[in-house]
C-alpha cells in the first residue's frame, strides 16, 4: 500500500483535535495542547500488545510528525521515541517494521 494512502487513513485521527468547536473558540494554545496530548497517547498505544494496535499507533506518529513541526516536543522525548521505534523494527512484523522506519526518518526531520 502506497505511504500517501497510510496517511490519508491516520490523518483522521488528528482532524477533530478541537472537540468540534470552531477555530475562533479555541485558541492556538489550547490546540496545542490537545495535539501533544493526542501524539503522548499514540505514543502509549505503541506499546501495547496488538501488532495492529502498535502499528496503527506507529502511523499515527508518522500522521502527527507530517502534519506540524513540533522540535521541542520531540526533544524532550526523544529517547522515548527512540525506544518506541527500535522495539518496533526489531521485534515487529513486515508492516509494523515499515511504519517504524518511516517514523525514524519523520524523527531525524523533527530534531535536525
Do not use: Y
Not at 510528525?65 to 521515541?81: Q, S
Amino acid at each position: 500500500m502506497p505511504f500517501w494512502i497510510f496517511i490519508k487513513i491516520n490523518f483522521d485521527f488528528f482532524l477533530g483535535l478541537n472537540g468540534g468547536q470552531t477555530e475562533s473558540s479555541v485558541d492556538e494554545f489550547s490546540q496545542e495542547e490537545v495535539f501533544e496530548e493526542k501524539l503522548r497517547e499514540a505514543m502509549d498505544l505503541a506499546g501495547q500488545k496488538s501488532a495492529q494496535g502498535r502499528t496503527m499507533a506507529l502511523e499515527s506518529m508518522c500522521t502527527a510528525f507530517l502534519k506540524k513541526f513540533i522540535p521541542d516536543f520531540v526533544e524532550d522525548r526523544r529517547m522515548t521515541f527512540t525506544d518506541i521505534i527500535e522495539r518496533a523494527l526489531k521485534k515487529g512484523k513486515n508492516a509494523e517494521q515499515i511504519a517504524a522506519a518511516r517514523l525514524a526518518v519523520l524523527l531525524c526531520i523533527q530534531v535536525s
